[in-house]
């Protein structure tokens, strides 16, 4: 298990200058490649207390690429784009096809939740990601989910953008500090793997 917090001003330089703070790990070698299959797994649990602070964005889990600016999936907290409610939803980043909410407001804290990934990487019609939430498939989105041919890897914490809008919005110098634990971190290039020997603990 790994617990990972932000406090102000927990950026570096660069980070710090784009309006961002986070702690995250990620995966040493980007290792899953465009038109590759694998699925993914990580646990994470928010406290009680955790606060929520849009309209900044908090990212918990993302899967980037290499020398990629812009990640392609990200796993936010806050109020997806046509809502009015918060959610941990799923942001297909790069390409566009929306906001899947996840988890609800009301059951995100106070408890492990359980994430399970399927997806084909994928710039074309081909691609799909589908995402499981405590067992239970909750988002299922086929097409194109990257832009970009470069090799992907997931990287996990906390992980939070766009810190003026909230300091803005709350007349506020700073954002509130946030931890979250996250455990069982791996990958495989199929479901039963996951669960045995051929799975790929994603340790930085």
């Avoid at 290792?31 to 849009?54: A, C, H, Q, T």
């Avoid at 899947?100 to 106070?110: A, C, T």
């Avoid at 300091?167 to 045995?196: D, H, I, N």
């Amino acid at each position: 298990m790994q617990r990972f917090e932000v406090r102000p001003g927990d950026c570096t330089s660069r980070d710090c200058f784009r309006d961002r703070e986070r702690s995250e790990l990620g995966e040493v070698d980007a290792s899953s490649r465009v038109g590759d299959e694998y699925w993914y797994e990580f646990s994470f649990y928010l406290p009680k207390d955790f606060p929520n602070i849009y309209p900044a964005k908090t990212a918990l889990g993302q899967f980037h690429q290499k020398g990629v600016t812009s990640p392609p999936v990200l796993f936010q907290y806050g109020i997806p784009q046509g809502s009015n409610t918060s959610s941990y939803y799923l942001d297909l980043n790069q390409t566009k096809l929306g906001h899947f909410p996840l988890i609800s407001e009301r059951n995100l804290r106070g408890r492990w939740q359980d994430i399970r990934v399927h997806a084909r990487w994928s710039m074309a019609a081909d691609g799909f990601i589908r995402v499981y939430v405590n067992g239970r498939l909750t988002a299922d989105v086929v097409g194109p989910n990257t832009t970009h041919a470069n090799p992907i890897y997931f990287k996990y914490g906390v992980y939070r953008s766009f810190l003026s809008r909230y300091k803005s919005a709350y007349g506020s110098s700073e954002v509130p500090a946030q931890s979250a634990l996250f455990r069982s971190v791996r990958k495989s290039k199929t479901m039963r793997g996951l669960l045995g020997a051929a799975s790929e603990p994603m340790q930085p």
